[in-house]
């Protein structure tokens, strides 16, 4: 790996700000698209752009190889889980929460780590870092100008559905050897193969589903909702992941991370800019919080790993 340059970081900082984006996105495709919807279209528009690298890289998609359980497990948990959950939450929650809520990725990591790996246990600092970060979370739901019980069930499945994320990323570690692209784009097919059924049978069954498979498509859809579903897809997940490959090959794990501390901060920002949303002081104490948990998650983290190379 090669020392970082101005233009890595000048990448990496892209990268945050087309994840940050995805927020208030989602929110404003919640307009008119319902949560399965949002899911199917973004899963099926992300899938495009790695199935044509791979075509031109010349790089074999396994899906159906003899692994195809393990893409197909983390299609519906690391994909088609999570981007339900996140969707039916941010209807009724502004997407800044959101944004918050789902920094905390990095720290549920160490604590599932901790239980379901053989090099990522707890230490002092891990510990502190968890404790700060969840509780910054906590204290933000007690916030009840932005969550009371009119929508704490939505800011909660948002939560629930950071842990998928997590979940479907130590499995990923079962086909860890093989190309990032590959794995991305076997995901990406099994989870548009799970819930292309599901769209199908809900778009007829229940009027905020309904996708393509109406004639009313151009009656009952905003244009910014479509515009913003088909930017999550191509954009926020497709390309994004691609933006991922190059940053890993360039400059490493650890230097990609650090995408996690700015996600949160540009999610406020670009939902307060983009949609007017609220910011409150516990919004922001809860941003700090969690931005420090996860510091102190990395910097731990980090020099694990320099005394496990030495």
């Not at 906590?138 to 939505?154: A, G, H, M, P, R």
């Not at 933006?243 to 090959?249: A, C, D, G, S, V």
Request: with cysteine; glycine share 6%.
């Amino acid at each position: 790996m090669r020392q970082p340059t101005p233009l890595d970081y000048i990448v990496l900082t892209i990268l945050a700000l087309i994840w940050s984006s995805a927020f208030f996105n989602i929110k404003i495709a919640t307009y008119s698209y319902g949560p399965i919807s949002i899911a199917f279209l973004r899963i099926l528009f992300g899938a495009l752009p790695l199935l044509l690298i791979c075509f031109f890289k010349k790089i074999k998609i396994e899906a159906f190889s003899k692994d195809w359980h393990w893409f197909a497990s983390i299609g519906i948990i690391n994909l088609v889980i999570p981007f339900f959950m996140i969707a039916y939450g941010v209807k009724n929650v502004q997407s800044n929460l959101a944004a918050i809520l789902m920094a905390t990725t990095p720290l549920t990591a160490t604590v599932l780590a901790h239980f379901f790996t053989d090099n990522e246990k707890f230490n002092f600092m891990k510990i502190i870092g968890v404790l700060i970060g969840f509780s910054g979370i906590v204290y933000l739901f007690s916030d009840e100008i932005l969550i009371n019980k009119n929508n704490f069930f939505s800011a909660l499945m948002i939560l629930v559905g950071s842990c998928f994320y997590v979940i479907g990323g130590l499995l990923t570690l079962k086909i860890k050897h093989k190309k990032n692209e590959n794995v991305t784009a076997s995901i990406l097919i099994w989870a548009s193969i799970f819930i292309l059924p599901m769209s199908i049978i809900l778009g007829y069954l229940i009027p905020s589903e309904a996708l393509l498979f109406k004639q009313d498509l151009h009656l009952s859809h905003r244009m910014d909702s479509t515009i913003s579903l088909i930017y999550l897809g191509i954009i926020a997940t497709g390309i994004a992941w691609v933006i991922r490959f190059r940053i890993l090959k360039n400059n490493g794990l650890v230097f990609q991370a650090q995408v996690a501390y700015l996600i949160p901060i540009f999610g406020v920002i670009l939902g307060f800019i983009f949609l007017g949303e609220l910011i409150t002081y516990k919004v922001l104490i809860s941003l700090v919080s969690v931005i420090i948990g996860i510091y102190l998650v990395k910097k731990s983290t980090n020099k694990s790993e320099i005394k496990a190379t030495v």
